[in-house]
């Protein structure tokens, strides 16, 4: 799945030396965190976070019903 969000954030983009996935797995969820450059905030969000619940709509049907639940966050990287 981390691949799928990876394809998709690194397709809109640009600074890809800027770009962070941080992984952190609970008991029912495995929680991705996307930190970017500000510049890409605003491509990889969309207007009024198109792209970003997109990316959300996607994950979620491509995971499997048994298993543990995706949260795809994007941050600015710090």
Do not use: W
Request: glycine share 4%; net charge negative.
């Amino acid at each position: 799945m981390l691949e799928l969000i990876k394809y998709i954030v690194e397709t809109f983009a640009e600074d890809k030396e800027h770009l962070e996935y941080q992984v952190e797995e609970t008991d029912d969820a495995i929680n991705v965190t996307v930190l970017l450059s500000d510049s890409d905030m605003g491509k990889v969000i969309g207007k009024q976070g198109k792209i970003a619940k997109a990316l959300r709509t996607l994950v979620r049907c491509k995971t499997p019903k048994d298993s543990k639940k995706y949260n795809v966050e994007i941050k600015e990287l710090a």
